[in-house]
Protein backbone atom coordinates (compact mmCIF):
# COMPACT_ATOMS: atom_id res chain seq x y z
CA UNK A 1 0.00 0.00 0.00
CA UNK A 2 1.61 3.20 -1.19
CA UNK A 3 1.80 6.16 1.12
CA UNK A 4 3.16 9.68 1.09
CA UNK A 5 2.94 10.90 4.60
CA UNK A 6 3.61 15.07 4.89
CA UNK A 7 4.37 16.84 7.81
CA UNK A 8 6.62 20.06 9.25
CA UNK A 9 3.69 22.41 7.93
CA UNK A 10 2.84 25.58 10.42
CA UNK A 11 2.41 29.05 10.68
CA UNK A 12 5.16 31.58 10.26
CA UNK A 13 5.74 35.21 10.05
CA UNK A 14 7.50 36.30 6.63
CA UNK A 15 10.78 35.87 6.06
CA UNK A 16 10.55 32.81 8.36
CA UNK A 17 11.56 29.15 7.43
CA UNK A 18 10.09 26.04 7.63
CA UNK A 19 10.94 22.55 6.81
CA UNK A 20 8.75 19.88 5.45
CA UNK A 21 9.38 16.30 5.28
CA UNK A 22 7.51 13.20 3.36
CA UNK A 23 7.65 9.70 4.62
CA UNK A 24 7.16 7.45 1.65
CA UNK A 25 6.48 3.43 1.92
CA UNK A 26 4.67 0.66 -0.46
CA UNK A 27 6.30 1.74 -4.03
CA UNK A 28 10.59 1.52 -4.66
CA UNK A 29 11.13 5.08 -3.34
CA UNK A 30 14.42 5.56 -5.37
CA UNK A 31 13.08 4.79 -8.73
CA UNK A 32 10.81 7.58 -8.71
CA UNK A 33 10.80 11.70 -9.18
CA UNK A 34 9.70 13.11 -6.32
CA UNK A 35 8.13 16.40 -6.20
CA UNK A 36 6.43 19.25 -4.13
CA UNK A 37 3.32 20.45 -5.73
CA UNK A 38 1.03 23.11 -3.86
CA UNK A 39 -2.80 24.38 -3.69
CA UNK A 40 -3.72 27.71 -2.16
CA UNK A 41 -7.47 28.46 -2.13
CA UNK A 42 -9.09 29.91 -5.26
CA UNK A 43 -6.09 28.54 -7.39
CA UNK A 44 -4.48 25.38 -9.00
CA UNK A 45 -2.17 22.91 -8.30
CA UNK A 46 1.37 24.42 -8.87
CA UNK A 47 4.73 22.49 -9.01
CA UNK A 48 6.82 24.20 -6.77
CA UNK A 49 10.00 21.59 -7.21
CA UNK A 50 11.05 17.96 -7.74
CA UNK A 51 14.21 15.82 -7.81
CA UNK A 52 15.32 13.27 -9.71
CA UNK A 53 15.43 9.32 -8.49
CA UNK A 54 18.93 9.68 -7.45
CA UNK A 55 19.07 13.00 -5.93
CA UNK A 56 21.60 14.78 -8.63
CA UNK A 57 18.99 16.85 -10.35
CA UNK A 58 16.65 19.72 -9.06
CA UNK A 59 14.31 21.36 -10.46
CA UNK A 60 12.36 24.58 -9.22
CA UNK A 61 9.42 26.77 -9.99
CA UNK A 62 10.74 30.58 -10.95
CA UNK A 63 8.52 31.46 -7.55
CA UNK A 64 10.78 29.44 -5.47
CA UNK A 65 14.20 29.74 -7.07
CA UNK A 66 16.65 30.70 -4.13
CA UNK A 67 14.45 30.27 -1.26
CA UNK A 68 13.38 26.61 -1.36
CA UNK A 69 15.83 23.49 -1.38
CA UNK A 70 14.33 20.30 -2.36
CA UNK A 71 16.50 17.15 -1.15
CA UNK A 72 16.02 13.28 -0.67
CA UNK A 73 17.53 10.74 1.49
CA UNK A 74 16.46 7.05 -0.42
CA UNK A 75 18.03 5.29 2.82
CA UNK A 76 15.59 6.58 4.55
CA UNK A 77 12.89 6.94 1.81
CA UNK A 78 12.27 10.60 3.04
CA UNK A 79 11.66 13.54 0.87
CA UNK A 80 12.11 17.21 2.21
CA UNK A 81 11.56 20.99 1.06
CA UNK A 82 13.67 23.70 3.07
CA UNK A 83 11.47 27.03 2.63
CA UNK A 84 13.72 29.78 3.92
CA UNK A 85 12.41 33.57 3.23
CA UNK A 86 8.76 32.49 3.27
CA UNK A 87 6.36 35.12 2.16
CA UNK A 88 2.76 35.46 2.22
CA UNK A 89 1.92 34.06 -0.93
CA UNK A 90 3.59 31.10 -0.17
CA UNK A 91 0.78 30.09 1.99
CA UNK A 92 -0.66 26.82 0.57
CA UNK A 93 -1.64 23.42 1.06
CA UNK A 94 1.92 21.39 -0.17
CA UNK A 95 1.62 18.15 -1.40
CA UNK A 96 4.75 15.74 -2.13
CA UNK A 97 3.85 13.43 -5.21
CA UNK A 98 5.66 10.63 -6.94
CA UNK A 99 6.60 10.47 -10.72
CA UNK A 100 7.92 6.95 -12.60
CA UNK A 101 8.71 10.21 -15.01
CA UNK A 102 7.79 12.88 -17.65
CA UNK A 103 7.30 16.87 -16.99
CA UNK A 104 8.44 17.66 -13.19
CA UNK A 105 5.88 20.27 -12.33
CA UNK A 106 2.82 18.69 -14.33
CA UNK A 107 0.15 17.17 -11.79
CA UNK A 108 -1.02 14.67 -14.47
CA UNK A 109 2.57 12.96 -14.49
CA UNK A 110 2.51 12.18 -10.63
CA UNK A 111 0.26 8.93 -9.92
CA UNK A 112 1.49 8.86 -6.10
CA UNK A 113 0.17 11.61 -3.74
CA UNK A 114 0.57 12.83 0.28
CA UNK A 115 -2.44 14.15 1.88
CA UNK A 116 -0.64 18.00 2.25
CA UNK A 117 0.35 19.96 5.12
CA UNK A 118 -0.83 23.49 5.59
CA UNK A 119 2.05 26.59 5.36
CA UNK A 120 0.52 29.80 6.37
CA UNK A 121 2.59 33.01 6.12
CA UNK A 122 1.73 36.20 7.76
CA UNK A 123 2.57 39.81 7.01
Known amino acids: QVQLVESGGGSVQAGGSLRLSCAAS????????MGWFRQAPGKEREGVAA????????YYADSVKGRFTISRDNAENTLYLQMNSLQPEDTAMYYC????????????????WGQGTQVTVSS
Open 26 to 33: GFTYNWYV
Open 97 to 112: AASRGGRWYDEADFGF
Open 51 to 58: ISPGGGST
